[in-house]
């Protein structure tokens, strides 16, 4: 069955890049029919869905986040990452990781990774 | 962007009881709309899809119903182990957007 495995740094310092990386395991990233996510949710509050990528490389984000973010995939690895630049405090926040099942016109956040908290702090 | 509206936002009812769980969009979304079950400290869990279809694996009694602008999520039996906030989702438009959740306590 496929899992998804968040990884990267837990604290990043204010003005700097956040990066993250999920690794897929289990299945291809490259399937047909599937996108890539990533989702962030503050400590308390709700999910705010940050960008989604296709295995061709093809992307869509969140205009509230488009600015500073950048998702890319790497097939060979099969991984999927997310930079998010010049953070603040507001940023700080558990960071998911999730396969988008694509039926069409069906989307669905189908499996997720465990989550990543990452702090932004000097 | 389309906003997702929950109510409420909390609710505590016995084990046994009927709870139901609304969902407002702030324009048509037919019926594209997800369910998800958060449980703390867990990442969410896809339970319903296109408003009313269930999720392989998930539990019977969870099921929801609406097309448009209003929703509902219900579950027949509550459960301890359904313990848990629940988010609706849109995928009408991007960017995908979420409610902001209903806390579901035991009383």
């Known amino acids: 069955q496929v899992q998804l495995q968040e990884s990267g740094p837990g604290l990043v310092k204010p003005s700097q890049t956040l990066s993250l990386t999920c690794t897929v395991s289990?299945?291809?990233?490259?399937?047909?029919?599937?996108?890539w996510s990533w989702i962030r949710q503050p400590a308390g509050k709700g999910l705010e869905w940050i960008g989604r990528?296709?295995?061709?490389?093809?992307?869509n984000y969140n205009p509230s986040l488009k600015s500073r973010v950048t998702i890319s995939v790497d097939t060979s690895k099969n991984q999927f990452s997310l930079k998010l630049s010049s953070v603040t405090a507001a940023d700080t926040a558990v960071y998911y990781c999730?396969?988008?099942?694509?039926?069409?016109?069906?989307?669905?956040?189908?499996?997720w990774g465990q989550g990543t908290m990452v702090t932004v702090s000097s | 962007d389309i906003q997702m509206t929950q109510s409420p936002s909390s609710l505590s009812a016995s084990v046994g009881d009927r709870v139901t769980i609304t969902c407002q969009a702030s324009?048509?979304?037919?019926?594209?709309l997800n369910w998800y079950q958060q449980k703390p400290g867990k990442a969410p869990k896809l339970l319903i899809y296109?408003?009313?279809n269930s999720e392989t694996g998930a539990p019977s009694r969870f099921s929801g119903s609406g097309s448009g602008t209003d929703f509902t999520f219900t579950i027949s039996s509550l459960q301890p182990e359904d313990i848990a906030t629940y988010y609706c989702?849109?995928?009408?438009?991007?960017?995908?957007?979420f409610g902001g959740g209903t806390k579901v306590e035991i009383k």
């Open positions: 999730a396969r988008v099942r694509v039926g069409y016109p069906t989307i669905t956040f189908d499996i």
């Open positions: 990528i296709y295995s061709s490389g093809s992307t």
């Open positions: 296109d408003a009313s």
């Open positions: 324009q048509d979304i037919s019926n594209y």
């Open positions: 289990g299945g291809s990233i490259s399937r047909v029919s599937y996108y």
């Open positions: 989702q849109q995928y009408d438009n991007l960017p995908l957007t």
